[in-house]
C-alpha cells in the first residue's frame, strides 16, 4: 500500500534562507534517507517556500478565486513529502519517525486511494 509522508515545520525557523547551515544539514538527512529507502519511496520532494505557493479557492456555487500563500494562516507550513510503499500502516509510522525535521514540526501519515 502507498502512503503520503507530509512534513509540516515553520520555515521561519530556518532564517528566511535557503542556504542556511541547518537547511543544508536536514536536507542531506533527507538525501540519505531517501537512498536508504529504495524502490520502497515512489516519489518525494522539498517544496519551495510558503511565499511561493498559490490556493485557488473553490465557493459552494463554483466561482474560484485565487490568493498569494497557502490558505490557512498557520505556524506550520508543508514544506515535503513522501510517497512510500509500506506493508501497513505501523511500518508507514516507523519511516515518519525517521523523518528528519525541526523540533517542533510535525510529519502526518495518510494512505493514499489507489486504482482508478
Given at each position: 500500500m502507498q502512503?503520503?509522508?507530509?512534513?509540516?515545520?515553520?520555515?521561519?525557523?530556518?532564517g528566511g534562507k535557503e542556504d542556511s547551515p541547518?537547511?543544508?544539514?536536514?536536507?542531506?538527512?533527507?538525501y540519505a534517507l531517501a537512498g536508504e529507502l529504495g524502490d520502497k519511496l515512489v516519489a518525494g520532494s522539498g517544496l519551495m517556500s510558503v511565499t511561493t505557493a498559490t490556493?485557488?479557492?473553490?465557493?459552494?456555487d463554483g466561482s474560484q478565486t485565487i490568493h498569494d500563500g497557502p490558505f490557512a494562516e498557520t505556524r506550520?507550513?508543508?514544506?515535503?513529502f513522501y510517497?512510500?510503499?509500506?506493508?501497513?500502516l505501523d511500518e508507514a509510522i516507523a519511516f515518519a519517525k525517521r523523518v528528519p525535521?525541526?523540533?517542533g514540526g510535525s510529519v502526518?501519515?495518510?494512505p493514499?486511494?489507489?486504482g482508478g
Amino acid at each position: 500500500m502507498q502512503y503520503m509522508v507530509l512534513i509540516y515545520e515553520d520555515e521561519a525557523g530556518y532564517g528566511g534562507k535557503e542556504d542556511s547551515p541547518e537547511l543544508k544539514a536536514i536536507v542531506a538527512k533527507h538525501y540519505a534517507l531517501a537512498g536508504e529507502l529504495g524502490d520502497k519511496l515512489v516519489a518525494g520532494s522539498g517544496l519551495m517556500s510558503v511565499t511561493t505557493a498559490t490556493t485557488v479557492r473553490t465557493a459552494p456555487d463554483g466561482s474560484q478565486t485565487i490568493h498569494d500563500g497557502p490558505f490557512a494562516e498557520t505556524r506550520e507550513q508543508l514544506g515535503g513529502f513522501y510517497l512510500i510503499e509500506a506493508q501497513d500502516l505501523d511500518e508507514a509510522i516507523a519511516f515518519a519517525k525517521r523523518v528528519p525535521i525541526r523540533l517542533g514540526g510535525s510529519v502526518e501519515v495518510r494512505p493514499a486511494i489507489m486504482g482508478g
